[in-house]
């Protein structure tokens, strides 16, 4: 059992249920999971569980600050750990999602608080294009990207697929 979800959930005034440690395992478990991800590995142990159940849980931890969310794009947004801190670089062809360093947008997070007073959280970004897999691939659709742009490089740490 884990004592810090226990004695956060008792100073809030609410129960350790098996439900709510079986959620967050699953999440730690999964590194990036869907809701629906979450479901399927705690229903492993525990099958009455239900998506209603995980979804409310989610959001209690979220509330909590032990899991984050992210949108990697369409659908159910993904759940980690809340101290797993990294951008989410997510391929429009392929779908695979990688990861990198939040630092990354350390620049861009000092002018928007500059320019314009909002603080940037990079460990809640995703940002879309196309991976170093892809790259050389032809593309049969239109191509969204700027060919004159000349993207900086970067560092990336390979993620969950």
Known sequence: MDTSLKGTLHKRGL????????????????GHATPEQVCTR?????????????????DLLEDLGLVRHAHLGHGAPTYSE???????????RCGGVDE???ELLTDVARRTLAELGF???????????????????PDDQN???NDDADP???ETVKGDR
């Open 143 to 145: 191509d969204t990207q």
């Open 82 to 92: 809340h101290r797993h801190r990294h951008l989410h670089l997510v391929c429009h």
């Open 42 to 58: 705690v229903q492993a142990t525990a099958p009455a569980v239900n998506i209603t159940t995980v979804y409310r849980t989610l």
């Open 100 to 102: 990198a360093p939040a």
């Open 15 to 30: 129960r350790m249920t098996p439900q709510r440690q079986l959620v967050l395992d699953a999440v730690r478990e999964l």
């Open 119 to 137: 603080q940037l959280d990079s460990t809640h970004v995703a940002l879309s294009g196309t991976c170093a897999d892809c790259a050389g691939e």
């Open 152 to 154: 900086a490089p970067a």
